[in-house]
Every structure is written in structure tokens, then in C-alpha cells.
């Protein structure tokens, strides 16, 4: 007797999507099912490794594609576990809430040729098989002795049916009512083309009509030689495994015997938002022992750091548990990842070194995993740093890096620290009054512009014994350092008694926005700068929980003015001539609130246009007694 049951409110928007809207490339509903068959073999293969009772235990582990042109059937078998009657409904009747809802937005915000490329992601595949399909039959017979057949059946409407069935092996087979604009899937050399395109790689051999020779290569490829394989194979096989639509940016192909006997293929990928549109969902390597599926997604053969790395690893001596979805955490796996690791860490290194174009398309993209790992394993920091590359005040483009040890290369003379500055863009880094005295004096900046940087300073401060300094900081001497190369303009330094007066302006003006106003003696060009007193990375919390989105507090800090500047000479002669008038607190405002400007700090840079405004009437010719200068000009930080 059938029973019938209803499916999901998602699954029944699901399938309208599938049978009515994904149209395009509609041969990926065998890539579905084959995959699917696969991972059906991959749990039966386990199931003997541990567990002797199971039904037909000597059945080959094999894919069978049938087609019958008369009743306009295409059936795909596979000898796998097989299902009960409760796997039926919870695999084919019941699909994750969250994967549905996240496909149909996928198919909402993208278009249906993407979409075809999201449907493994989002565990949506089995359905996929309603593009072609009027109907859809599944008998399935579970590995465990004295479970009987089902058949699961329907016709992409609102409901499916179960019933009792026959089947006398092991394993399922998916009986497809072809639509008739569908029935191209009936020629078997259609079948194996889209066989040879979609799943070559996988691991067991899919039969197609009455040939006795597989239709796939069902070749471990990370177990052959790497001189056999040709850039188009190695770039098929990551196609199949992550659905990437471009090809990796490298790869790394190990095959060892010490201190482990093992096999891997990893790849970088050409972008961290991979997953968006990838079959891989999770961070993760596919796991084998003996060429046996062990783990989808392990995260414990690589740091957290490398995740983004996609791949295969397989070993000869890696310990089972009794569970599938997990390894003993032994030896043998702590060996593995310090192995694996160093074999990454070791070709990036060769890459930087032998290949710096291709190793900076690779840090480009993953450059702040490489930061955030020097922070959080320390222990591979010698690895880490010279992976390391930044811009710095000798780069003329983005385009331009410098390792570390480059800038030691390029140190001033008795210059003993590493000077860094850290902005939000490199534009606005070149631009920034610290640099004043470092290009006076021709010593080289590293521009630290990636969000990350600020996290990357807790763990990096001093290389190879030398300090790393921020340029902001206060009672920075560089007197002794390199030798002037560009001297200051001429213009006459501020008398002491005019410099106080103008001093105590700002420090009337400002309050307690600042926690002092003194002279500088190391601005140039610039009229004034801002500069902290805090010691170490305690300067950079605030950048840290902007980061982190974190509530924060704007820091107070020291206002340097520039007392050779001629804009500090005008100020002067103003309070000096109209010491009442409302237009030297407006440039006083706007002195300060460029200062924060140039250093990422303002909270709100829009608000300056106001001021902005007021002081070009003044520039160009309104008198200051006309100008409406009042508190609304005046933005407090």
C-alpha cells in the first residue's frame, strides 16, 4: 500500500524553479545524481572496512546507466548503502529549511546559467533531476540485513508517494520518466559526454548500456605521477571538486613516504569569495584513507589560516574510528598537518622567491589570512614573514610590494628600527604629514593600508631584531638617521613669544579634544599633525575595534603644529591684528579636523563643508565680520 506525503513549502518552490525557470545546461542533473551515487559507494566502501554484516558484500562497487528508448526511461544505479524507509523521506522528502531558502535567493539575485553551478552547494541536487524528468521512481534497498525495498515516487508536484518494492541487491536505482524535450539523454554517446565533462574523476566505474569498459577514468589523480598530468587534467579535476567557475591560481601536488606515506592535491583558488558560487560550502579538505572517503570538510590538516587552500589528501596510514565522520586524533594526524603545512609554506616561499608576479595574484587575495597567521600560530612565524610583502614610500603604484627583507635593504644609514604608518588607502598614506621627516631624511615607510594590518602588529614587532616604529609617534628622533636630501622652505621659524600665543589659541579653541599643542620639530611641508603618546599597538585600539565593529572611543592626541608653515605665520599676524575674530577658530577647527582627516580619524568628514564653505568666502574677499560663523561650524570629534 502507498503512502503518500507532502513535501516542504520550500521544496514545492524548489521544484517549480527546477521544472519551469533552469533550463539552461540541463545535464547537470547527471552530474547530480552520479555524484550523489558516489558518495553512496564512498559510505558502503567504510560500512566494509569496519562492519562485516552488510548485504552483498561482494557486489562490485559500480554506477550503471541504463536507457530504454521505448518506455523513454533513463535509469542510474549503484550498488551503495541503499536507503530505508525513514532515509527515503528524510533524503528525498525532507531538505534542510536553510539550503532551500539560500537557493531560491541565490536564484533571485543572480541568473538561472549561475544557478545551474550553485545546485550541489546548496544541497539541492537530487532535484535537480526535474528538468528533465515528467517522473521520477526510487527503489532503494539498505546494506542492513533484514531491511526490505522501497520505492520513493514523483512527478515534481506537491506530493510523492512510498511503497513497498523489490529489490533484490543492494543500492538504488533512479528511474527517470524522460519529458520528451529531454530525450537527447537517451543516447548513450550523449551520456558519456556528459560523463567524460562532469565526473571523470570519480572514484568508481560508471557503466554505460552494455560496455564492459567504464565510460570514466575513475582515476585517484592525486595518487599519479605529476609528470603524467597534463595543466588542462589537473585544472578538470578542481572544476569537478569545487564547481569553481575559475581555474585555481596554483596548486600543489604531494606524493610522500616519510615521514608518512601519503598523497595530496591542493589548490589555491583564484578568490576568497569562491564558496558564493562553489560546490565546496565549507572550509575543508576531502580526507581519504586508502583511497576510502573519510571526511568531506576536515579543517585539522591545515592551520586556520591556510583554509582557504581546496584540495585531496590521502593516506596509506591513517587509523579509523569506529565513527565515519571523524579520524583518532593521533600521532599520524599531527604528523600530517605539520607535513602538509610545511609543504605549503615551503612552495609559497618558492613562488615568492622564483615567481614574485604569481605568488603577489596569490598574496593579493589571501595576503591577510597569511597577517592574521603570524598572530595566531606563532609558532610558524619564521614561515610567515617572508611571505610578508607591503607597500612602502618608495613604491610609485599599488602595483609595487616589498618584503621585509627588502626594506632592511633599503634602511638609511644607522637607521636600526622599521618605520611603519598605518591609513586606510595607499593615496592617502603617500600624503600623510608624518611622512614629512622621513622624506627629509630619505628613510624608507612601510604603508600598512589593509584592515588587517592593525590586527597583524600584535604579533609582528620587531624582524630580525629590528623594532617596528609607527611614524606617529611622539618624541620620534630621527636626527641621527640617513642625512637630509630635501631641505625644509625657507621661511623663518615663529618667534617663541608669537609660537606661545598661537599655541595658547588652539589649546583654548580645542579643549579637551587634545591632550596638548606644542611645536613640532619634525613637519616640513604639512602645518600640523596629530601624535600619540601611548606606547606599542595601545595607539591602534581604536582601529582594532573599528575592525571588529566594536563600540570605540575616538583617542585624544597631541596636536604638533608646524611653527615654520606659512599658514601658522598668517595665524599670527591675525591674532595678533584681530585676536576677536571669528575666522582664526575656524581655520583652528579645520587645522584639527584635517589632521584627523588625514589620519583616518574623523567620525564624520561631511561635517567640514559648512567650515569649508565660510573660509573660501573669506579667501575670496567676504570680510570676516559678515561671515556667519557659529557653533553649527564647529564639529567636536
Known amino acids: 500500500m502507498a503512502e503518500t506525503f507532502t513535501f516542504q513549502a520550500e521544496i514545492q518552490q524548489l521544484l517549480d524553479i527546477l521544472v519551469h525557470s533552469l533550463y539552461t545546461e540541463r545535464e547537470i542533473f547527471l552530474r547530480e545524481l552520479l555524484s550523489n551515487a558516489s558518495d553512496a559507494l564512498n559510505r558502503v566502501q567504510f560500512e566494509m572496512l569496519t562492519n562485516r554484516d552488510i548485504v552483498d558484500a561482494d557486489a562490485e562497487l559500480a554506477i550503471e546507466i541504463k536507457a530504454d528508448e521505448a518506455a523513454g526511461t533513463l535509469t542510474v544505479s549503484d550498488t551503495g548503502i541503499g536507503m530505508t524507509h525513514g532515509e527515503l523521506v528524510n533524503n528525498l522528502g525532507v531538505i534542510a529549511r536553510s539550503g532551500a531558502k539560500a537557493f531560491l535567493q541565490a536564484v533571485k539575485e543572480t541568473n538561472s546559467a549561475a544557478a545551474q553551478n550553485m545546485i550541489g552547494q546548496f544541497g539541492v541536487g537530487f532535484y535537480s533531476v526535474f528538468m528533465v524528468a515528467d517522473r521520477v521512481r526510487v527503489v532503494s534497498r539498505s546494506y542492513l540485513p533484514g531491511e526490505p525495498a522501497y520505492a520513493w515516487e514523483s512527478d515534481g508536484s506537491s506530493t510523492y508517494t512510498i511503497e513497498p518494492a523489490e529489490r533484490e541487491t543492494r543500492g538504488t536505482d533512479i528511474i527517470i520518466h524522460l519529458k520528451p524535450d529531454a530525450r537527447e539523454f537517451l543516447s548513450y554517446w550523449r551520456l558519456k559526454e556528459v560523463i567524460r565533462r562532469h565526473s571523470d574523476y570519480l572514484a568508481f566505474p560508471i557503466y554505460v548500456g552494455d560496455d564492459e569498459e567504464p565510460a570514466n577514468k575513475q582515476t585517484a589523480i592525486w595518487r599519479q605521477d605529476p609528470k603524467e598530468i597534463t595543466p588542462e587534467q589537473y585544472n578538470d579535476f578542481y572544476k569537478m571538486l569545487t564547481l569553481d567557475l575559475e581555474p585555481p591560481l596554483h596548486r600543489v601536488h604531494v606524493r610522500a613516504d616519510v615521514p608518512l606515506q601519503f598523497y595530496a592535491l591542493l589548490y589555491i583558488p583564484a578568490s576568497p569569495e569562491r564558496s558564493l558560487l562553489s560546490l565546496r560550502k565549507e572550509p575543508g579538505l576531502k580526507l581519504y584513507a586508502r583511497k576510502v572517503l573519510i571526511q568531506e570538510y576536515n579543517t585539522d590538516l591545515l592551520p586556520d589560516y591556510l583554509q582557504f587552500v581546496q584540495g585531496v589528501v590521502d593516506s596509506e596510514d591513517l587509523p579509523l574510528s569506529i565513527s565515519r565522520e571523524s579520524v583518532q586524533a593521533t600521532r599520524v594526524m599531527a604528523n600530517l598537518k605539520k607535513t602538509l603545512t610545511g609543504r605549503v609554506l615551503t612552495e609559497l616561499k618558492r613562488l615568492a622567491q622564483r615567481s614574485r608576479d604569481d605568488y603577489l ?17 606563532p609558532e610558524d612565524r619564521a614561515e610567515l614573514e617572508p611571505l610578508l610583502f607591503f607597500h612602502t614610500t618608495t613604491s610609485a603604484t599599488p602595483d609595487d610590494w616589498y618584503s621585509l627583507d627588502e626594506y632592511l635593504q633599503h634602511m638609511a644609514a644607522n637607521q636600526k628600527d622599521i618605520y611603519y604608518i598605518l591609513a586606510d588607502d595607499f593615496h592617502s598614506a603617500r600624503r600623510s604629514p608624518h611622512l614629512d621627516p622621513f622624506r627629509q631624511r630619505g628613510i624608507e615607510v612601510l604603508l600598512l593600508t589593509d584592515p588587517v594590518d592593525t590586527i597583524l602588529l600584535m604579533g609582528l614587532t620587531e624582524y630580525k631584531g629590528h623594532t617596528l ?17 630635501a631641505e625644509p622652505a625657507a621661511q623663518d621659524r615663529l618667534p617663541e613669544d608669537s609660537l606661545d600665543s598661537l599655541i595658547r589659541r588652539f ?11 606644542r611645536p613640532s620639530s619634525a613637519l616640513t611641508a604639512s602645518p600640523a599633525r596629530l601624535v600619540s603618546d601611548e606606547a606599542g599597538a595601545a595607539r591602534h585600539r581604536y582601529r582594532l575595534s573599528r575592525l571588529l565593529d566594536r563600540e570605540y572611543e575616538m583617542p585624544v592626541k597631541i596636536l604638533e603644529l608646524n611653527p615654520r608653515h606659512p599658514l601658522m605665520h598668517n595665524l599670527c599676524r591675525m591674532i595678533g591684528e584681530t585676536p576677536d575674530s571669528r575666522l582664526i577658530d575656524a581655520v583652528v577647527e579645520q587645522v584639527f579636523e584635517t589632521a584627523l582627516l588625514q589620519d583616518g580619524l574623523h567620525p564624520d568628514p561631511a561635517s567640514m563643508a559648512e567650515r569649508l564653505t565660510l573660509l573660501l568666502q573669506a579667501a575670496t574677499g567676504t570680510p570676516a565680520a559678515e561671515l556667519d560663523y557659529g557653533p553649527n561650524a564647529s564639529v567636536s570629534s
Open 469 to 485: 616604529r609607527s611614524v606617529d609617534e611622539a618624541g620620534l628622533d630621527l636626527s641621527d638617521i640617513g642625512q637630509v636630501i
Open 507 to 517: 589649546r583654548r579653541v580645542l579643549g579637551d579634544r587634545v591632550r596638548d599643542v
Open 361 to 377: 595574484k596569490i598574496y593579493r587575495q589571501f595576503g591577510r589570512f597569511l597577517k592574521q597567521g603570524l598572530v595566531a600560530s
